[in-house]
């Protein structure tokens, strides 16, 4: 059991799992704000041996230097590589502290905000129209690139509805390749497809100037990353150079701090996060909390 279990911001637990904290600490703070800079994360960590943050602030090792009490971070949000994450994860292998992260909660509603935004161009629904005449998925010519959880669940969304799939990843995915989705070097899936999705992992960037040229003109892209996959210079000249649409659901997805992007014409940003679903937040509770489980269980610390 954990002495102090203090949750820095807003995590997105539902109530049922607030509750269970109980179980695991002998006192469960949980603040309802981002905290505005690190001396404040510091003085909310204060003496405790558990935290939990969600994607909003970072633990940085001026942290962890500052508050030595840390065995536990939770991370109430997605964990790719320990380069992406919002916590040093170095200093805290260093030093002994766990770090747990969770995967794939939100990839459903991911989806279908693809398939939506998707059809909404195709027939003209509410904006201009893509081409002439309203256009079926059947027979798009579609791209993926980044065939993990969310890149496939579209992939298989898309076939299923008749698209031509194709896709660019960093392995080939012969399950994939089994039901008729094509694998495709990244140049020749941008310059085969009509409709590209990115999917990648944040901070990954693979289109710039010269994979934009690929593309060409004529098309929608779609990034479905949690942050951009392009430089927004690159992207912003893409769209202004020819007949090409781009959309994503969160700002943050487009990188562009002066907010540029998000004002231009061609652009359809939602300002929504499309995976935060009252589904999602049941399942990414259910993962914080098994993983606050298995740290406990494999240090020996008894449980309520």
């Not at 200093?91 to 693809?114: N, Q």
């Not at 497809?193 to 944040?202: A, D, G, Q």
């Not at 992207?235 to 907010?259: H, I, P, Q, R, V």
């Amino acid at each position: 059991m954990f002495e102090k279990l203090v949750a820095i911001e807003p995590v997105s637990l539902v109530e049922e799992a607030e509750k269970e904290l109980f179980r695991y600490a002998k006192q469960v703070v949980m603040y309802e704000d981002i905290p505005g800079n690190e001396e404040e994360i510091i003085r909310r960590i204060g003496d405790a041996d558990g935290v939990l943050l969600s994607y909003t602030s970072k633990i940085s090792r001026f942290v962890f230097e500052r508050c030595p009490g840390i065995q536990y971070v939770g991370m109430c949000c997605s964990l790719y590589s320990k380069e992406s994450a919002n916590v040093d994860i170095a200093y805290a292998e260093e030093h002994g502290i766990t770090v747990l992260g969770i995967r794939d909660y939100g990839d459903a509603g991911v989806v279908e905000y693809s398939i939506c935004e998707l059809v909404r161009f195709l027939h003209g629904y509410d904006r201009p129209m893509w081409k002439d005449m309203p256009v079926e998925i059947t027979g798009l010519r579609t791209g993926i690139i980044g065939m993990g959880v969310s890149g496939g669940m579209i992939a298989d969304a898309l076939k299923f509805l008749g698209a031509d799939v194709s896709y660019y990843s960093r392995s080939r995915k012969p399950d994939r390749e089994e039901k008729g989705i094509k694998y495709l070097p990244l140049d020749d899936l941008l310059e085969n497809s009509e409709v590209v999705f990115t999917c990648l992992n944040k901070n990954v960037i693979l289109l710039h100037e010269e994979e934009f040229q690929k593309l060409g003109n004529g098309k929608i892209l779609f990034n479905t990353s949690i942050g951009p996959a392009f430089e927004p210079e690159d992207l912003k000249n893409w769209l202004e150079a020819g007949d090409n649409l781009f959309a994503c659901d969160t700002a943050g997805a487009m990188g562009d701090a002066a907010g540029e992007l998000f004002l231009h014409p061609k652009v359809f940003c939602v300002n929504a996060s499309a995976g935060r679903t009252r589904q999602a937040f049941g399942l990414l509770s259910e993962k914080v909390l098994d993983n606050i489980r298995r740290f406990l269980e494999n240090r020996k610390v008894s449980i309520v």
